[in-house]
C-alpha cells in the first residue's frame, strides 16, 4: 500500500512530520478508536485536504505498516550479523537489535506494538495473525538453514520449532512486562521507550530464556 503522489511530492521534512503524526495516534489508539480528525488537527490540516495523500484510513495504516517494517529492516541491517554461526547467539543479537531500534525510533516500535496487540478489525481483517504470520516465516526460513548447518534438532519439524522459536521472543517481552512493572501504554504517552529498564537487565533475561530454548531445540 502507497501513499498518493500528492504525499510523495512533499518536502522530506513535511512527510516525516504527517508519518509522526499519523505513528503517534495509532500508537495511542486501536484501529478502531484512532482518529484522523486529531491527526488533521494536529497537523493544521484540512480533512479534505488529508485525502489528498492517502485514499483511506485503511490506506494511511498499512502505508505506516511498511514504513516501520522498512525502517526497522533497515536498522536491524547494521546489528545483525547473519554470518554469526550460532543460531541461539543471534536470537540474542535480534532481541539487542529490538532494544536498540525501540530507543531510535519510539513511535515507530509503539505503532508495531499495537499491530501486534490489535484486535480482529472487519476493515483489516486480522491484523495480528496476518503480521505473526510474516515474522514466522521469516523465522521459518532461518530454522531451515540453521538445521541444514546441523545445529538444530531434526526430530522437531520446522513449522513447530519456528514457532516455539517466535513464541519465545515474544515470551521475553511478556515476562519482562510482568515481572518489572512495565506501564506499556503509559510509556507510549509520555513518548518513552516501551521497556524503560536498564538494557543489563534486559539482556540477562533474553539470556535466560533463550539457554531454556537451547537445551530443548539444539541438537
Request: net charge neutral; hydrophobic share 40%.
Amino acid at each position: 500500500m502507497v501513499a498518493l503522489k500528492t504525499f510523495e511530492n512533499l518536502p522530506i521534512e513535511r512527510k516525516v512530520e504527517i508519518i509522526n503524526a499519523c505513528l503517534e495516534e495509532f500508537a495511542l489508539h486501536d484501529y478502531d478508536v484512532a482518529s484522523l480528525s486529531n491527526i488533521v488537527a494536529r497537523l493544521g490540516l484540512a480533512k479534505g485536504s488529508f485525502y489528498r495523500y492517502f485514499d483511506s484510513k485503511k490506506s494511511l495504516y498499512l502505508f505506516l505498516l511498511n514504513h516501520c517494517i522498512d525502517t526497522r529492516i533497515q536498522h536491524d541491517a547494521h546489528i545483525i550479523d547473519r554470518g554469526e554461526q550460532d543460531f541461539f547467539e543471534l536470537m540474542v543479537q535480534h532481541f539487542a537489535a529490538k532494544i536498540s531500534y525501540d530507543k531510535k525510533f519510539p513511535l515507530q516500535s509503539a505503532f508495531l506494538f499495537n499491530v501486534m496487540n490489535e484486535k480482529n478489525n472487519d476493515e483489516l481483517g486480522n491484523i495480528q495473525s496476518d503480521s505473526r504470520r510474516k515474522v514466522l516465516n521469516v523465522i521459518k526460513g532461518m530454522v531451515a538453514e540453521w538445521k541444514k548447518r546441523g545445529e538444530l534438532r531434526t526430530d522437531v519439524d520446522i513449522d513447530t520449532m519456528a514457532f516455539i522459536v517466535l513464541n519465545t521472543q515474544f515470551s521475553i517481552f511478556d515476562y519482562i512486562t510482568i515481572t518489572y512493572g512495565i506501564d506499556i501504554r503509559k510509556n507510549i504517552r509520555e513518548r518513552r521507550v516501551l521497556h524503560d529498564i536498564p538494557e543489563d537487565v534486559l539482556m540477562n533475561v533474553c539470556r535466560q530464556f533463550v539457554d531454556l530454548l537451547k537445551n530443548g531445540i539444539a541438537k
